[in-house]
RNA sequence: GGCUCCGUAGUUCAAUGGAUAGAAUAGAAGUUUCCUAAACUUUAGAUAUGGGUUCGAUUCCCGUCGGAGCUACCA
């Protein structure tokens, strides 16, 4: 419709007003809720340009569009503001060639270019979390609005399985698990506990251990005793104990820290977890097979936590395949001068002239660091897939700083690809008592939170839901659906970009802007559609009144809300728009009779809307990776 | 210190530079002889602050105040 505005008032325009028009003077918006008409052009531009006042401008067109534009009914003037009626059969149209359109709002499949979406991307020393549940859902959702829009999508992850932090949960279990009568060490199989959470716990064993080391060397340190303390450590505790002097609170603080940093890597326990790290990259076998082992375990954990969010990946990359693979393009990178190196051998950046620092691309022992690692994915990616167009990385807004120096480096590189990269940066989530600290223990575990929720839904299921028809199995998938609808729906309505804060009692709720509300919705409207039966009409004779007009226009604005949300890369736009169609349907329904409608035109509009509705709210929550059961 | 992001009802979230700043929740008052009351209706309540640009600013620019993140030869 707007198009057409547009086509009519670029070639008519100076015929009607005089002068030439510019394209982008012409903009339209949904009418104002309250104001008769059902678009809006705002005349401000024409105006000027003309130097007449914007309600008579407004007037001048209006009366050309209403005589020769014929879907134009009618028209109105506030101000600048030039709201048109459309036609009542324009209504009727949309809505049954909506109705004739099983996949509404789905652009045709693979018709864009291929992309790939990278999201989860955990580390292998512990399990996942609340934080892991926005990035994963949130990723999700992305790829499945892409395709949607008709992309073709790759999601991928990145598995952070090697490092220090691997090492350390080996260490410790290697240490400290208990040994068992028959001679094992403490296992998934013989203990019963999920494996992600084994080697979680003795990656909090390896932390305790530690502290208790760093106190010991500091009350060491702080005695006069610099026994086993190397030579460096020794002079820069001196330096830094000396800089303690007159400084203010918050200065001295800042002190501590670095020599509590300092102390750590004089601990036994750390020089041990380096050691094991230095023996898994010389490939030394023992520790391969027990870092294999507990990867392994880990994986089986996750795989089990992956399938109760619903997600799944078609291609994974794994670190310890991936980091040396950048080495090379490193090495290109520096005989180009696109890197320089520095005496000890280390490989740096230099961003200066960008407005960025320095940056290290590679360690002075020729190892590879976080950034060498991701510089080498990314080629790699566009080697295995040549057709891909671009990569979403969905990653914490806590390396915004990173993602930038990344793709800077790849564009410095000679990619073009680089400017097809695009970081999606999320807020972290805040919990009602402040930000998420594993060592304070205020994480939130993602499947406690999950049996949480279902179990939460299960209560209140049992309570009010029409459930009486369905079996044992039935049933259990509905908890499961409403309970992970809600903590979905939760983490995607808000804008990904902002932090959110979550609160465990709101996540459980069923009222208000929820997923169990929509959900909701669609299962009544599906009740309604059982008790109807089949739907007769005769196009020609559907009654179209104010209320259904509402409906009708929010139904047709589903194709461009997909568009939106995946455009700007955020569910939270779809999210909001099904919350906004269940709130108006919801509305219709409680003062529009549908089934004892005796009008038999209007009986039939109301269906079709209703049957419409309740498939556009499906589409959605899917799209959102959220079930919508057939009745609730 | 430097860089980046954020300040909207009591609270949690909305608003491509547009009309009277929307919802939810908590509060107050209502709606079941009728299609699922997990619903609906009514009511009260907010743009941190000072400037600027604009026909028009929650939105863009500058200052102030408040909060967060980054500033590792960790990933």
Redesign the pocket.
């Known amino acids: 419709m707007e198009v057409a505005l547009k086509d009519i008032l670029l070639t008519k325009g100076k015929e009607w007003l005089g002068i030439d028009i510019d394209p982008s003077w012409i ?1 339209f ?1 949904p ?2 809720k ?2 008769r008409g059902d678009v ?1 052009l ?1 005349v ?1 531009s024409f105006a ?1 340009a003309l130097q007449l006042p914007p309600a008579e401008v407004a007037e001048r067109i209006g009366k050309h569009v209403k005589s020769e534009v014929s879907f134009v009914a009618d028209y109105e003037v ?4 030039l ?1 048109f009626v459309f036609s009542e059969t324009l209504w009727s149209d949309q809505l049954i060639s909506i109705n004739q359109n099983d996949s509404f709002g789905i652009a045709e499949p693979n018709s864009k270019q291929l992309v790939m979406v990278e999201y989860a991307s955990p ?1 292998t020393n512990k399990p996942l979390h609340l934080g892991h549940l926005r990035n994963i859902f949130l990723g999700y959702a992305v790829a499945q609005l892409k395709k949607a829009y008709g992309h073709q999508v790759i999601k991928t992850q990145v598995i ?1 399985d090697r ?3 691997i090492c350390k949960s080996m260490l410790a279990w290697h240490r400290f698990a208990p040994l068992q009568s028959n001679g094992e060490r403490e296992t998934p199989a013989n203990s019963g506990l999920k494996g992600d959470k084994l080697v979680g716990k003795y990656y909090v064993e390896f932390e305790k251990h530690l502290q208790l080391e760093v106190k010991e060397v500091l009350a060491r340190w702080n005695a006069g005793d610099f026994s086993n303390t190397s030579a460096a450590a020794l002079e820069k505790f001196q330096e830094l104990n000396l800089a303690l002097v007159g400084k203010d609170e918050k200065a001295q603080a800042a002190i501590s820290d670095k020599i509590k940093e300092l102390a750590k890597n004089e601990t036994e326990i750390l020089r041990a977890a380096k050691d094991m790290l230095v023996r898994w990259e010389g490939r030394d076998p023992e520790t391969y097979l027990l870092w294999s082992t507990m990867n392994g375990w880990v994986y089986e954990g996750f795989d089990v936590t992956y399938q109760r969010m619903g997600v799944d990946f078609d291609k994974l990359y794994y ?1 310890s395949d991936t980091f040396l693979l950048g080495k090379d393009q490193v090495m290109d990178g520096l005989a180009r001068g696109v890197f320089y190196q ?1 005496p ?1 051998g ?1 490989v740096w950046i230099d961003l200066t002239p960008d407005g960025l ?1 320095e940056k ?1 691309v590679l ?3 020729g190892t590879a ?2 950034m060498t ?1 991701d510089i080498g994915t990314a080629i790699e990616r566009f080697h295995d897939y040549p057709a891909l167009s671009g990569i979403v990385y969905t990653v914490g ?6 993602f930038k120096v990344l793709f800077l480096i790849l564009q410095k590189l000679g990619y073009a690809w680089a400017a097809d990269c695009f970081h999606l940066s999320y807020g ?1 989530v805040d919990l009602p008592s402040g ?1 998420m600290k594993s060592r304070e223990g205020t994480v939130v575990d993602a499947d406690d939170l999950m049996e949480e929720v279902v179990n939460a ?1 299960t209560v ?2 049992q309570e ?3 459930i009486a028809e369905l079996s044992e199995t039935e049933r259990s998938v509905l908890f499961e659906s ?1 309970g992970m609808g809600g903590l979905k729906y939760y983490l995607l ?3 990904p970009k ?4 979550f ?1 465990p009692e ?1 996540s459980i ?5 929820t997923g ?2 929509i959900q ?1 919705t669609h ?2 409207i ?3 559609l059982r ?1 109807a039966g089949s739907i007769q009409f005769d196009e020609s004779a559907l009654v179209i009144e104010f209320g259904e007009i509402e409906l009708i226009k929010l139904l047709a604005a589903f194709p461009q809300t997909i568009a939106e949300s995946a455009d700007n890369y955020s569910p ?1 736009v779809l999210a ?1 728009y099904l919350y906004e169609l269940t ?1 108006a349907y ?2 219709f ?8 409608e005796t009008n038999e035109g209007l009986r039939a509009a109301r269906l079709l809307i209703s049957k419409n509705v309740a498939k556009v709210l499906k589409t959605g929550l899917t799209i959102l990776g959220i079930n919508a059961p057939e ?2």
């Open positions: 903009q918006q009418t104002r309250g104001v809006t705002m401000f000027k506030i101000q600048g503001f709201n580390n952070n490092g220090i932090h670190e520095k000890d280390s620092d290290l360690r002075a022992d660091v976080y690692q807004n806590e390396q915004d700083y990173h972290m930000k839904a209140m299921t009010r839901g029409q409403i309505k808000v804008d902002k932090r959110m804060l609160n709101e709720d069923l009222t208000g802007n169990p509300f909701y299962a009544r599906n009740s309604l008790k939270a909001n709130k919801n509305s329904y409680q003062q529009s009779p549908i089934l004892t009745r609730m």
